[in-house]
């Protein structure tokens, strides 16, 4: 429609137009105009074409009007957004549906074949008894998640490790093992490590190559390798979820960098994995990490046994002569079990079963003091002797099945405290040990039958108040002499003295030299 302009009376039509689409524009009761409903009724009429159309016309509206006075009738209220508890139970719906391949794990006569998938409920029961439980329903979720990790990995071993607290959302932990050579993330892995050092090599000698300028003869300390997988800290696979069934993610192994630093921080977890780690020292990584070094360093100091529950096969002892450390174990088919008394009046009864973690951030020490053939070619061709490096002295730890009676106080504060389940029925009592060091950590044990479980923030107790370390002091760069040090500008004075004083020797010089040639010359006549 064109605009009219100024002065000029509006066309009777246009008016007409304008008043009659202001009037089909008004709302109704349901809050749509006839005008939206009219453009609605068209647009379906064009995109289905019936056959008679005006036959079906009443029809067609009133089905379009009813769909829209239906919607939300299923509720007292209109809701805008699905709230959390909906979503929550959509997510989980899920686990609740047997798979197509469910029924094929029975057997004969009925039995189950044998599966990594742990027992939670017997687990559940037993944490009740000693006072440390998730809730019955939170079990029977996670059992299901669990079984839903088995389904899609080729795992051999797991075990519900327990609860990470954080911020904004907590981590459900599960350890577990893969069937040997199917862990196709392991050969990624490595061929990833080979790539990235192939391409340090090469850098390395594009910059010899190129004609660079003097660098710094300042070399960083060499690099301790990490563990490889199924070995020391890497021993174990862990799997992470924020909640019931979200979708598992692995962690990546752990590197001794990473334990030493998270050694010397304390931050809380916020639930995203991604997150970065913003501390000071810095951390190497992400909250995926911190994860993953904590869960080690806790599983290193809490995870206990009953003495004798296990022993070492026949092959350590070997072993053993040849000054290797002790690394594996094995179930005790003979044990007989300890008297829960017994458990709790010493802690001598109990042992752990996990490597100590060394200073290095491994469990077995590497010395990285032992060069490479090229670093002693390298070393062979250079001219100047350097003085020998003392050999340094390696890191020795606590062996495995260690009693907790060695365990290192805490300001005069015991590592552990073990207690009864009940004190009014101590004949069906079980044991429960706590740990002080890392608190959330519990072991409850009866005479032959126990449990591992970790639920807390996953900080370590400090019986100071933390404060971050202070940054070194800064490296002076060179030593001060009057070699290097910048002297005073002489003045005009001085340097006429100085010039004076040359000619004056210049001609001395050429005075003498004169004598000399005199002298040769009388002497050969």
């Known amino acids: 429609m064109s605009e009219n302009p100024a002065g000029v009376a509006p066309d009777p039509r246009e008016l007409q137009i304008q008043n009659a689409k202001a009037y089909l524009l008004q709302a109704g009761s349901s809050g749509v105009s006839l005008y939206e409903h009219l453009a609605a009724l068209l647009s379906r009429i064009l995109s289905e074409r019936p056959p008679n159309a005006l036959d079906v016309l009443e029809q067609l509206s009133t089905e379009l009007h009813w769909s829209r006075l239906n919607k939300g009738l299923d509720s007292l209220r209109t809701l805008r957004d699905d709230p959390p508890t909906y979503l929550k139970a959509e997510s989980q719906r899920a ?28 687990l559940a029961h037993l944490l009740q008894q000693g006072g440390v439980s998730l809730g019955r329903d939170e079990i029977v979720r996670i059992a299901l998640a669990l079984k839903r990790l088995i389904d899609n990995h080729p795992i051999q071993y797991c075990r519900f490790w327990g609860k990470i607290l954080g911020i904004t959302g907590s981590y459900l932990v599960a350890e577990v093992q893969f069937r040997e050579g199917e862990d196709e993330e392991t050969e990624e892995g490595a061929e990833e490590e080979e790539k990235a050092a192939e391409q340090e090599e090469e850098d390395e000698d594009k ?139 010493s802690l001598s009864t109990w042992v752990h079963h996990v490597q100590h973690i060394l200073p290095q951030g ?59 389940s009940s004190h009014l029925i101590p004949q069906y009592a079980l044991a429960v040990l706590r740990s002080n060091l890392w608190p959330g950590a519990y072991t409850i044990a009866s005479s032959k039958k126990f449990e591992n479980i970790y639920i807390g923030w996953g900080v370590k107790y400090s019986p100071e108040v933390y404060s971050p370390p202070a940054p070194p002091p800064p490296q002076s760069e060179y030593p001060s002499g009057p070699e290097i040090s910048e002297g005073l500008d002489p003045t005009v004075e001085e340097e006429q003295a100085l010039k004076a004083a040359q000619e004056e020797a210049a001609a001395a010089a050429e005075e003498a030299e004169e004598e000399e040639e005199e002298e040769e010359e009388e002497d050969d006549d």
């Open 95 to 122: 686990l609740f549906f047997r798979g197509a391949g469910d029924g094929e794990e029975i057997e004969g006569d009925g039995e189950m074949t044998d599966s990594p998938l742990p027992n939670l409920f017997d």
């Open 362 to 420: 491994r469990c077995v020490w590497l010395n990285t003091a032992v060069k490479s053939e090229q670093e002693v070619e390298e070393e062979e061709g250079e001219e100047e002797e350097k003085e020998e490096e003392e050999e340094p002295e390696p890191e020795v730890g606590p062996p495995l099945l260690t009693p907790l009676s060695e365990d290192a106080e805490i300001n005069n504060t015991p590592p552990w405290t073990a207690s009864l």
């Open 207 to 345: 910059e010899e190559a190129e004609d660079l300028p003097p660098q710094s003869t300042y070399r960083p300390p060499p690099l301790v390798p990490r563990e490889d997988n199924g070995t020391g800290a890497n021993k174990y696979v862990y799997f992470v979820c924020t909640e019931v069934g979200s979708e598992w993610v692995r962690l990546p192994p752990v590197t001794p960098a990473q334990i030493t630093a998270a050694r010397k921080i304390k931050r809380l977890f916020t639930g995203n994995l991604d997150a970065p780690v913003i501390t000071y020292p810095p951390f190497p990584g992400t909250e995926a990490n911190l994860l993953r070094a904590q869960i080690g360093r806790i599983s290193a100091g809490t995870h206990v046994s009953p003495l004798g529950y296990y022993q070492f096969g026949e092959e350590e002892g070997e072993e053993e002569e040849e000054g290797a450390a002790r690394d594996t174990y094995e179930e005790n088919p003979e044990f007989e079990g300890i008297p829960v008394t017994e458990l709790v009046d």
